[in-house]
């Protein structure tokens, strides 16, 4: 054997443990990142009351909307103008739309940065496109402004209409203004207080929560974190803001082993959507399904009156209900210990997603099938 071909070999195998390892690894593991939050850090959400000007035609169409009138007043009083009842009765808004502009402020938002915010028409604006939102306040749940939006509109649409046809594309009543918010206060955090922080999982999971402190006790050494419960870690940190940020950083990029969450089946009833998880098992069983169709036609039927009888012309209809009813047979399902096989027996069924619904209600009222049905 030569040494290049040596060399291959060596590479090849150096290639092939590399993904296996990679397979085998890391794609079972997930970073604390990815599956907690540090409690506390969380944005806040914002809202205002303002007013989208400049539009061409397309605004509040009738003078029935009192909080448009009253909002352009308050705002033109703001400026110094005064309108009269009879003068403020008259105003025509066709130019303008009364809209709630929302965002979220951040956690560590400061003063001077900016932020996204979305604008939605509140009346029965027919557009917002090309229109300005002039300064609006945005509050907080407490009733303070955090930020002050204004700018001009960006709304992914467009509309015409003539002679009682009208054809539109995409959302036409609401917008969005990028860096349309200015920060004018901050939300204090409670991150530097204390000798420990807390990790809040995303999911309710005792076996995480003991991974997780399992996990940075390896790392930072014994009796750092402590599982509180199945959603919350405590975890003891340093009491310097320069290293508390470093400890948690680092603390948030280690892996940690997923889990099997408890099996479930989420059914979405309106859509008709099925989802299972992996967890998903199900028990020997036998279903019998069947399609029902009814169907109903009807005909109108004259009846004329002979001549000169006095009579008049009645019309009635005839109508035929047909109620048609498929064989179904029984089909045993097998026992699926895997989500693969799980999905193979439910198609053997041939059914619609509409009719799952019911064969998987009935099929877990069985006792058939191991896991939660939650419908959405």
Not at 135 to 155: S, W
Not at 157 to 169: L, N, P, Q, R
Not at 255 to 284: D, F, H, M, Y
């Amino acid at each position: 054997m030569n040494t290049r071909t040596a060399f291959s070999k060596t590479l090849a195998l150096v290639l092939g443990l590399a993904v296996f390892a990679a397979i085998s690894g890391p794609a079972h593991a997930a970073r604390i990142k990815e599956i907690a939050a540090i409690e506390g850090v969380r944005s806040n959400q914002l809202t205002g009351f303002g007013l989208v000007v400049g539009l061409d035609g397309t605004g509040d169409q009738t003078t029935q909307l009192p909080y448009t009138s009253q909002g352009l007043a308050n705002y033109l009083q703001q400026l110094g103008i005064t309108l009269s009842a009879q003068a403020l009765s008259q105003l025509q808004m066709k130019n303008v739309a009364a809209v709630l502009v929302t965002t979220q402020l951040p956690a560590f938002a400061r003063p001077g940065q900016t932020l996204d915010v979305n604008v939605s028409s509140m009346g029965n604006a027919k557009s917002l496109k090309g229109g300005t939102l002039i300064a609006t306040p945005l509050k907080g749940a407490d009733g303070e402004v955090y930020a002050l939006a204004q700018g001009n509109l960006i709304v992914a649409g467009a509309g015409a209409a003539a002679g009682g046809s009208k054809v539109t594309v995409n959302h036409l009543s609401v917008g969005r203004i990028p860096q349309g918010a200015q920060v004018e206060r901050s939300v204090p955090t409670a991150l530097q207080e204390g000798n420990t922080v807390n990790l809040s999982l995303n999911a309710s999971d005792f076996q995480m929560a003991r991974r997780v402190a399992e996990a940075i006790n390896r790392k930072f050494g014994p009796g750092l974190a402590r599982a509180l419960d199945g959603r919350s870690v405590e975890v003891k940190a340093p009491m310097s803001p320069n290293e508390r940020v470093a400890f948690i950083a680092e603390m948030e990029e280690l892996p940690v082993e997923s889990s099997i969450g408890a099996a479930k089946v989420i059914i979405n009833s309106r859509t008709g959507s099925i989802v299972l998880n992996q967890a998903v098992t199900l028990g020997p069983c036998a279903v019998a399904h069947g399609n029902l169709s009814i169907s109903i036609s009807s005909t109108p039927v004259v009846s004329q009156p002979g001549p000169l009888s006095g009579g008049q012309t009645v019309v009635s209809e005839k109508a035929s209900i047909d109620i048609k009813q498929d064989k179904g047979k029984l089909i045993q399902l097998p026992a699926a210990a895997q989500l693969t096989d799980v999905v193979n027996a439910l198609n053997a069924l041939g059914a619609s997603p509409q009719d799952l619904l019911a064969i998987l209600q009935a099929i877990k009222s069985a006792g058939a099938l191991n896991a939660e049905l939650e419908v959405i």
